[in-house]
């Protein structure tokens, strides 16, 4: 006990001897850092000599977010105590519920229901903490969610419901919890597909059809009443944000008047849905816009590193099949499980020689371009995907087509104001 005492004496004299706005900012800083190792003791000992509990990092995560993801049960509740807010939001408008939630936490997640946590806030992607539970097939989560009132009928950006989620896992035992909580069979996404809808395109197993056609079939469908967002990019005054353009693969007009910058992850189906949206608004503003893929692999999703791996490699020698790559995995997204022969197959699929793009990987500088990718979306505070930069200005989060329309148009309006009248009804 002596020695504990001792060393905050003397971490307390140190930080006596620093200049105050030095002072404020380390030990906020340090807070952050002992959070992430999961020190209690110091956790305290920072806040008892001024660390703020509402510090934020880079990416707008404040410590009840961090020691959430970690799982930390100690430093939530020692952060709760001393006033940290439960529903603090990170740059990505993700609440430590959803941080929780996301990295399989499930006694966090209790915590932080027991101390009034907002059950069904979403994220950018419109993703709620019942989403991300049924993303990954937490039943759990999923049951402890919906006994504290969450929204069995919930939709993300997509307009996909939990119960869509779990039927595209097949997890058939997770899909009829949903339906016993009273999850509606016939809600549609953002496409005007049903569940069934889904299933029938995936291809789905007979018991999750079986289950899904027990219910109700002959309700009315319900449509989701608002697709994409109401606040997609920043207001005006905000940062501007300028990424290294040089180098990356892009497609469109080499001196378009507007580029967008797109960071990604090929096993991300958000990507998937904002990757679409863009092709159909490419192909209304033609060599006017220049689309640069960036990388942002999760490190939830295993195989999106070897697939920007992969990307990259088969850039280096031919980017317009770079690009038919991404669309054959967007395409058949499900069937990254099938781990670096599924990547193999479509390199091969497309024409391109299996040595040269091993040869390809093999050179340092495909895995130097991703990581130099990384490093810049997180000192821009980006901490999800998709994202997207279109002349300066950051999108957090799949846009529409309509969200895309509208800010290419104006971007376009700007320095070529004739551009976006000519182009007509072609996105309709």
């Known amino acids: 006990m002596w020695r504990k005492l001792l060393v905050r004496c003397l971490i307390g004299l140190l930080v006596t001897l620093l200049p105050a706005t030095a002072r404020a900012e380390d030990r906020d800083e340090q807070l952050l850092a002992a959070v992430r190792r999961g020190d209690a003791d110091r956790i305290e000992l920072l806040l008892d000599l001024g ?6 990092d880079v990416w707008g995560k404040q410590p009840i977010s961090v020691a959430s993801f970690y ?7 020692l952060l ?6 439960v529903n603090a939001q990170d740059n990505w408008h993700r609440t430590p519920l959803i941080a929780a939630t996301q990295a ?13 946590a907002a059950v069904d806030h979403r994220s950018s992607n419109g993703i709620s903490a019942l989403i991300a539970a049924a993303q990954r097939g937490n039943v759990a989560a999923v049951q402890m969610l919906l006994a504290a009132g969450a929204d069995v009928d919930s939709q993300d950006i997509t307009g996909r419901t939990a119960l869509m989620w779990a039927a ?32 029938k395109e995936r291809s789905c197993s007979a018991e999750i059809i079986r289950i899904l056609g027990s219910r109700d079939l002959f309700s009315e469908v319900r449509p989701k009443l608002a697709c994409g967002r109401e606040d997609v990019g920043g207001q005006p005054g905000d940062r501007l944000y300028y990424p290294v353009i040089a180098g990356s693969v892009f497609k469109g007009g080499a001196d378009a008047a507007v580029t967008i910058v797109e960071y990604t992850d090929l096993q991300c189906p958000y990507c998937k849905e904002g990757a679409e949206a863009l092709d159909a608004v490419l192909a209304k503003y033609g060599r006017h816009v220049r689309l640069v893929l ?16 992969y990307f990259e490699a088969v850039a280096s ?4 099949k770079a690009w038919q790559f991404q669309q054959r995995v967007f395409r058949d997204q499900s069937r990254l499980k099938e781990g670096e022969s599924f990547l193999r197959r479509l390199v091969s699929e497309l024409g391109i020689s299996l040595q040269d793009v091993d040869a390809a990987v093999s050179k340092p500088g495909v895995k130097a371009r991703i990581a130099a990718d990384i490093a810049e979306a997180n000192s821009f505070g980006i901490d999800g995907v998709p994202a997207f930069i ?15 329309d509208r800010l290419i148009g104006s971007a376009l309006s700007s320095s070529l104001p004739d551009i976006a009248g000519q182009a007509g009804d072609k996105l309709q």
Not at 390 to 404: P, T, Y
Request: proline content about 3%; overall charge negative.
């Open 51 to 56: 660390a703020r509990v509402d510090s934020r």
């Open 71 to 77: 799982g930390d049960i100690a430093a939530v509740e």
């Open 80 to 85: 709760l105590q001393r006033g940290a807010d």
């Open 104 to 116: 399989g936490r499930i006694w966090v997640v209790d915590i932080l229901l027991h101390h009034g």
């Open 168 to 199: 595209s896992r097949e997890d058939a035992a997770l899909v009829a919890l949903l339906l016993d909580w009273g999850a509606a069979v016939n809600v549609v996404d953002c496409a005007g597909k049903t569940v069934l809808d889904q299933c």
């Open 294 to 309: 960036k990388h942002y692999p999760l490190e939830s999703h295993q195989m999106a590193l070897p697939a920007a791996v």
């Open 317 to 320: 020698l031919d980017p317009g």
């Open 390 to 404: 279109i002349n300066g200005q950051l999108i957090d989060g799949a846009a529409s087509r309509e969200e895309f």
